[in-house]
């Protein structure tokens, strides 16, 4: 089992910041690449963000390069998204997930687990 536990959401008005921060736990692959999505009212979940093992390599969704960064700390089984220069679109429902190996995709189908998610909503 494998669980993953998001953490960091909140309202924030339009130019603030968040930091979501995922905390992985359980009998994970021994390495693992680390995605973030999110999932609006009315609209499919998309990916956000995804991260490799060794963080030498990183995806960003068009609508967040420049505003949002990921990044993880293997020692600690955590994933972070530093979130900067929000805007009322980002607001939705922030989701890790884990794919195992070292690769990275965008594919949400390649992700194996979950976390539960975490709101974030973003006032104008």
């Known amino acids: 089992q494998v669980q993953l536990v998001e953490s960091g959401g909140g309202l924030v008005q339009a130019g603030d910041s968040l930091r979501l921060s995922c905390a992985v736990s359980?009998?994970?692959?021994?390495?693992?690449?680390m995605g973030w999505f999110r999932q609006a009212p009315g609209k499919e979940r998309e990916i956000v963000a995804a991260?490799?093992?060794?963080?030498?390599?990183?995806y960003y969704a068009d609508s967040v390069k420049g505003r949002f960064t990921i990044s993880r700390d293997n020692a600690k089984n955590t994933v972070y998204l530093q979130m900067n220069s929000l805007k009322p679109d980002d607001t939705a429902v922030y989701y890790c997930?884990?794919?195992?190996?070292?690769?990275?995709?965008?594919?949400?189908?390649?992700?194996?687990?979950w976390g539960q998610g975490t709101q974030v909503t973003v006032s104008s």
């Open positions: 997930a884990v794919k195992p190996g070292y690769g990275i995709t965008s594919s949400e189908a390649r992700y194996d687990y």
């Open positions: 359980g009998r994970t692959s021994s390495s693992y690449a």
């Open positions: 991260i490799s093992w060794s963080s030498g390599s990183t």
